[in-house]
């Protein structure tokens, strides 16, 4: 099993896109997130980005102590 992993993506949409490309390119298996996917302090509040791209991607894992955003992302998709 092949698993990709990410963290502390602070709403880096551009970084993330590539490297689920790359994830796709080896065919991994499991995309698992360990936390920060969103950035609590970023004034562009990107949050609903990331989350439909982890979200295409399958993927699983934890909350950062950046990811309150995510709360109000859940709460409008």
């Known amino acids: 099993m092949r698993i990709g992993i990410l963290a ?3 709403e880096a949409i551009e970084s993330l896109e590539r490297a689920l490309a790359e994830f796709r390119r080896r065919q991994v298996d499991l995309v698992l997130s360990l936390g920060d996917a969103c950035d609590l302090f970023s004034p562009v ?20 102590n950046h990811d309150v955003g995510l709360c109000f992302v859940a709460a409008v998709s």
Do not use: P, T
């Not at 989350?51 to 950062?64: I, N, P, R, T, Y």
């Open 45 to 64: 509040g990107r949050a609903s980005e990331v989350v439909a791209l982890l979200k295409g991607a399958s993927a699983v894992g934890v909350w950062g």
């Open 8 to 10: 502390d993506i602070h």
